[in-house]
């Protein structure tokens, strides 16, 4: 069984920081790509940011230069360090990942989602 588990949501205020995690664990062979999405109130969830196993990333051009995703592959972790956030990146955030499991089969897997609120 797999889990991700993710942390560091919090209200903030406009212009501030934040940095979420997502820590993966269970029966893990490889993780493959890993992903941040969001889903705001009344609004469909979108793909927030994406990173490879290589650490190739890609971003929706609402966070470019204000979010940056990375991960640490000898903890099986992903982050997501939130600068200059504004209140309309106020969501429920998920990470997802790609993982391969020991007996062999991969999927994708999702998180509990952690609320961001960035407001005054």
């Known amino acids: 069984q797999v889990q991700l588990v993710e942390s560091g949501g919090d209200l903030v205020q406009p212009g501030g920081s934040l940095r979420l995690s997502c820590a993966a664990s269970?029966?893990?062979?490889?993780?493959?790509?890993m992903g941040w999405h969001r889903q705001a109130p009344g609004k469909q969830r979108e793909l927030v940011a994406i990173?490879?196993?290589?650490?190739?990333?890609n971003y929706a051009d609402s966070v470019k230069g204000r979010f940056t995703i990375s991960r640490d592959n000898s903890k099986n972790t992903l982050y997501l360090q939130m600068s200059s956030l504004k209140a309309e990146d106020t969501a429920v955030y998920y990470c997802?990942?790609?993982?391969?499991?020991?007996?062999?089969?991969?999927?994708?897997?999702w998180g509990q989602g952690t609320q961001v609120t960035v407001s005054s």
């Open positions: 990173i490879s196993s290589g650490g190739t990333t």
């Open positions: 269970g029966n893990i062979f490889r993780i493959n790509a």
């Open positions: 997802n990942a790609l993982i391969q499991t020991m007996a062999q089969s991969v999927r994708g897997y």
